[in-house]
């Protein structure tokens, strides 16, 4: 059974730092990419970033992220990381982490497997 759960979230100031984990369990094989959705109160789920299996491919998908947001994966212990620098509050949304079975990356939710249940990160001053 495949599970992924998400780790990291809470309340930071404006221009802080979070890091998000999503640990993944179940798989019988490294094939698989994760990909960071959030969703705001209110809005579509929107994708964040995708890493590849071999972390040979990462997309970043929000203009107002890059240079913000780092994705990296431990395949070791089977764990995704998000580091989210300079937060601002529209960065306040809860956070999920996705498996996609395979090699390619989607910034299509509708294309990934398995979901985590999701971790809140509030931006506020």
């Known amino acids: 059974q495949v599970q992924l759960v998400e780790s990291g979230g809470g309340l930071v100031q404006p221009g802080g730092s979070l890091r998000l984990s999503c640990g993944v369990s179940g798989f019988t094989s490294l094939s698989y990419a994760i990909g960071w959705f959030r969703q705001a109160p209110g809005k579509e789920r929107e994708g964040v970033s995708c890493?590849?299996?071999?972390?040979?491919?990462?997309?970043y998908y929000l203009d107002s992220e890059k240079g913000r947001f780092t994705i990296s994966r431990d395949n070791a212990n089977n764990t995704v990381y998000l580091q989210m620098n300079s937060l601002k509050p529209e960065d306040t949304a809860v956070y999920f982490c996705a498996a996609l079975t395979g090699y390619y990356c989607s910034h299509y939710a509708f294309r990934y497997d398995y979901w985590g249940q999701g971790t809140q990160v509030t931006v506020s001053s």
């Open positions: 890493i590849t299996s071999s972390s040979d491919q990462i997309t």
